[in-house]
């Protein structure tokens, strides 16, 4: 009956977060703590998880592929289910990190399959993938800094570029419920946009739903360019979680900071205005190179709806 027991997937899963979570669950509060969510907290874990998974799992049930990788793979998610229940993190933060972290789960629970051949370094194996994680609060002393990225996005106006003007400075509140899934999701997404005076040293203020952002102009080229400098940001989302208004390390501490926009109105030979918006951010997730991608699509949304709002208003 023990036996039985103990063998069982669920078991061995659980042994499995008993033995991992701790250590890793401080690496993932120090790491928060002193500004670092990279590459060993969202790939480290995962992998750890994956191969110390199979290691157990050979050592109750004995060898049996398939079953090593299901146990890692229910490891991953119990221990995904247990971020969303302390309130650690929100539904839609923890789906992205799963699409990244099952992959290196399932490579974790790989290398534990051949590291089973190797009786004598086994040990010393298991030792040094469990502490890799345990490194993740000091990855940020390897970057240089957050990532710099810039997103332009394009639209085309029946109208010249002296009643386009008028709504790039500061356009009236945008009406209707978004269809954009980001904005659905809980990301901060515009409303309206008001300035203070009109040219150079303006402040500009943009309403999201979870605050104002704070601007002020720096280039005023009527009509064909206006550029500023971000102040201040309201946060990135409202995280979706079952704690009330839940905010994050991350989302506290602006891991996404944006730092300017410029929108160019450029004349074109039907008469029409082609308006292009482009906005320049940091970014302090590592790996950038997957973190970007979906950054990169939200700001995207961002800018769609302001330019969508803008050519309503300009072709009114």
């Known amino acids: 009956m023990f036996k039985r027991y103990r063998t069982s997937k669920l078991f061995c899963a659980l042994l499995t977060l008993l033995i991992v979570l701790p250590p890793e669950l401080l690496a993932i509060k120090f790491s928060a703590l002193r500004g670092s ?3 060993l907290l969202f790939l480290g874990i995962p992998f750890s998880l994956g191969f110390v998974s199979v290691l157990l799992y050979e050592k109750l049930a004995g060898p049996h592929t398939v079953g090593g990788i299901s146990v890692a793979l229910l490891a991953t998610l119990l221990c995904g289910s247990f971020l969303l229940i302390v309130g650690w993190e929100g539904i839609i933060c923890l789906l992205i990190v799963l699409i990244i972290a099952v992959p290196f789960t399932l490579l974790g629970a790989v290398f534990g399959i051949l590291i089973l051949g190797l009786r004598r370094s086994r040990t010393l194996a298991a030792c ?3 502490l890799m994680p345990m490194l993740a609060p000091q990855e940020r002393h390897w970057h240089d800094g957050p990532e710099h990225f810039t997103v332009q996005t394009s639209i085309e106006i029946a109208a010249p570029p002296e009643k386009v003007w008028p ?6 509140a ?5 269809k954009s899934i980001f904005f659905r999701s809980g990301v901060a997404y515009p409303l309206e946009t008001t300035i203070s005076a009109q040219g150079p040293g303006a402040t500009r203020t943009c309403i999201f739903t979870t605050g104002a952002a704070q601007e002020v102009v720096d280039i005023w080229d009527k009509p064909h360019r206006l550029h500023f400098t971000v102040l ?9 979680s079952w704690v009330p208004d839940l905010q994050t390390e991350h989302i506290k501490s602006e891991y996404v900071r944006s730092r300017e926009g410029q929108f160019d109105l450029i004349a074109l030979p039907n008469g ?6 482009t906005s320049w951010y940091d970014l302090k997730y ?3 190179a997957y973190w970007h991608l979906w950054t990169d699509a939200m700001v995207h949304r961002i800018h769609m709806r302001v330019l969508e709002h803008i050519k309503e208003e300009a072709e009114r």
């Open 37 to 39: 969510y990279g590459a």
């Open 232 to 240: 201040s940001q309201p946060p990135l989302m409202h995280e979706t």
């Open 128 to 130: 040094l993938i469990f």
């Open 174 to 178: 945008i009406g209707g419920q978004p």
């Open 272 to 277: 029409h205005t082609l308006l292009r918006g």
């Open 286 to 288: 590592h790996p950038a």
């Open 167 to 172: 709504y790039v400075v500061s356009f009236p």
